[in-house]
């Protein structure tokens, strides 16, 4: 079966900071990833997505960037941390092909202070 | 641009009734459509998918389907106080990668 692991799970960094979050699936081969961030009481925002090693399309101009070194692999990083970058990540991924069936990671919760 | 309406709630129902949870979307061109459960400080999870007009069940959950006038609804029949969370719906185009997702519908069961 498939499964798919986020880490870390929580996080404080300060302001300025750079952040690595990383997440992979098992159990299946060329899935899209995703990453979305969800601040506090609001909805879903897209951040990035793959459907193949290096191919990443960036819903969201600003200071993350992803990276897919791997078939299974995506990485969401920034250089410096906004307050603003608060909120918690959740990367997920869906067979490839064009199917809204997403599958989530357990999320990383940022707090920049 | 592609729009998915979901009222914020929260809703109350007791326990033992049917929740009824809605949601529109403006894309005429929609052909899949999904139900997220999400509890409080935890990750989306998907239960249930729907792709033609009509009912689908799956327990006590049943979604709802009418494209003619662009809604999905999910009835959650004899709620119980575990299936307090927030509601997701989001909705897939032909050819999209990409679901667009409501901001969710809080619902609360109480005893």
């Known amino acids: 079966s498939q499964t798919i692991h986020q880490w870390p799970a929580t996080l404080v960094q300060p302001v300025g900071s750079p952040l690595s979050l990383e997440c992979t699936v098992e159990?299946?081969?060329?899935?899209?990833l995703y990453w979305y961030r969800q601040a506090a009481g609001r909805g879903l925002q897209l951040l990035f997505y793959s459907v193949g090693i290096g191919q990443i399309s960036s819903e969201v101009p600003q200071n993350l960037s992803a990276s897919r070194p791997q078939d299974r692999q995506f990485i969401l990083s920034s250089k410096k941390l906004l307050l603003s970058d608060s909120g918690f990540y959740l990367c997920?991924?869906?067979?490839?092909?064009?199917?809204?069936?997403?599958?989530f990671g357990e999320g990383s919760r940022l707090t920049v202070l | 641009q592609k729009e998915v309406e979901q009222n914020s709630g929260p809703l109350s129902v007791p326990e033992g009734a049917i929740a009824s949870l809605n949601c529109t979307y403006s894309?005429?061109?929609?052909?899949?459509f999904f139900w997220y459960r999400q509890y409080s400080g935890k990750s989306p999870e998907l239960i249930m998918s729907?792709?033609?007009?009509g009912d689908k069940e799956d327990g006590r959950f049943t979604a709802q389907l009418n494209k003619a006038s662009q809604y999905v609804s999910l009835l959650i029949r004899d709620s119980q106080p575990s299936d307090s969370a927030t509601y997701l719906c989001a909705v897939n185009g032909g050819g999209s990668y990409i679901p667009t997702f409501g901001r969710g519908t809080s619902l609360i069961v109480h005893p």
């Open positions: 894309d005429r061109g929609s052909q899949s």
């Open positions: 729907i792709y033609s007009n």
């Open positions: 159990g299946t081969s060329n899935p899209n």
């Open positions: 997920a991924w869906s067979v490839g092909g064009n199917t809204g069936e997403l599958f």
